[in-house]
Nanobody, 117 residues
Framework: QVQLGESGGGVVQSGGSLRLSCTFF????????MGWYRQAPGQQRDLGAR???????DYGDSVKGRFTISRDNAGNTVYPKMNSLKSEDTALYLC???????????WGQGTQVTVSS
């Protein structure tokens, strides 16, 4: 069974930075793609960033150049870093993991990020 533990959300001023973290609880972390998605009220869930076991990264168009994601394989944790935050970045940020072996998705509970202008 896989569980995800998220932290790091909160309120930040426009132009500021915030770092989230997501810890993977389960076996074989090295076979899982880790990612962060975000969902604002009334809107679809969009990709923020994701990282493969080998360190390959992918970013949503709205965050490219501002967000980065890193992976600590020893600690089973990923760290998305969000810079130059805008009011439109306000959303519920959800950690996701995708098993390359079983093709299953798992989701965290989410952490709220609010950017104040």
């Amino acid at each position: 069974q896989v569980q995800l533990g998220e932290s790091g959300g909160g309120v930040v001023q426009s132009g500021g930075s915030l770092r989230l973290s997501c810890t993977f609880f389960g076996n074989e972390f090295s076979y899982f793609v880790m990612g962060w998605y975000r969902q604002a009220p009334g809107q679809q869930r969009d990709l923020g960033a994701r990282i493969t076991p080998g360190g390959g990264t992918d970013y949503g168009d709205s965050v490219k150049g501002r967000f980065t994601i890193s992976r600590d394989n020893a600690g089973n944790t990923v760290y998305p870093k969000m810079n130059s935050l805008k009011s439109e970045d306000t959303a519920l940020y959800l950690c996701n993991t995708y098993a390359l072996t079983t093709k299953r998705d798992y989701w965290g509970q989410g952490t709220q990020v609010t950017v104040s202008s």
